[in-house]
T-cell receptor
């Protein structure tokens, strides 16, 4: 158990809808990272927050957004969903910023129908 | 359990044998190279890292080799066990747009035969 929690575990929704994925980092970790893992793209970095502020951005679509709250939990919002957004979404955390030793949660499986 | 079902190269080894998983990287500017292990239904888990100015680093039953000349990274697992069955990803810690990002390779699936 990495200490990172993600909810929900599974999510099934229709195209055009909006969903919110939630992540709680390990106790004491200030950074939260979001990744997308799909069949054809592997693990892709989306975005990082550090202590409430956006720190780094990867291949995140404009339809996607994230935030980190004062209690350090984070939410990833996915809107106008398309079939191609179906994937596993992982949250990871680390103590500082830019760290490569990251602790990953169990993921949220999103299925868009 | 959950599985990604990626179309990955697969390495099949006999339990007790040594495994070697290879990875090619593209960016010479990366300062660290890292190996992650992803078991079925779980998120990736950090295994070992190597700094770009080193060519070998050993951990518990694992060794990482870095050949900067040919931009090649390998993970050696000694006395492979059934619990080693997983997908293994190499990753680079790379500066992009003034911030560090973890860039993952495509992964190799390791199957351990009993």
């Amino acid at each position: 158990d990495s200490g990172v929690t993600q909810t929900p575990k599974h999510l099934i929704t229709a195209t055009g809808q909006r969903v919110t994925l939630r992540c709680s980092p390990r106790s004491g970790d200030l950074s939260v990272y979001w990744y997308q893992q799909s069949l054809d793209q592997g693990l892709q970095f989306l975005i990082q927050y550090y202590n409430g502020e956006e720190r780094a951005k990867g291949n995140i679509l404009e339809r996607f957004s994230a935030q980190q709250f004062p209690d350090l939990h984070s939410e990833l919002n996915l809107s106008s969903l398309e079939l191609g957004d179906s994937a596993l979404y992982f949250c990871a955390s680390s103590v500082g910023t830019g760290e490569y030793e990251q602790y990953f949660g169990p993921g949220t499986r999103l299925t868009v129908t | 359990g959950e599985s990604v079902g990626l179309h990955l190269p697969t390495l099949s080894v006999q339990e007790g044998d040594n495994s070697i998983i290879n990875c090619a990287y593209s960016n010479s500017a990366s300062d660290y190279f890292i190996w992650y292990k992803q078991e079925s239904g779980k998120g990736p888990q950090f295994i070992i890292d190597i700094r770009s100015n080193m060519d070998k680093r050993q951990g518990q039953r694992v060794t990482v080799l870095l050949n900067k000349t040919v931009k090649h990274l390998s993970l050696q697992i000694a006395a492979t066990q059934p619990g080693d069955s997983a997908v293994y990803f190499c990753a680079e810690n790379r500066v992009m747009d003034s911030s560090y990002k973890l860039i993952f390779g495509s992964g190799t699936r390791l199957l351990v035969r009993p």
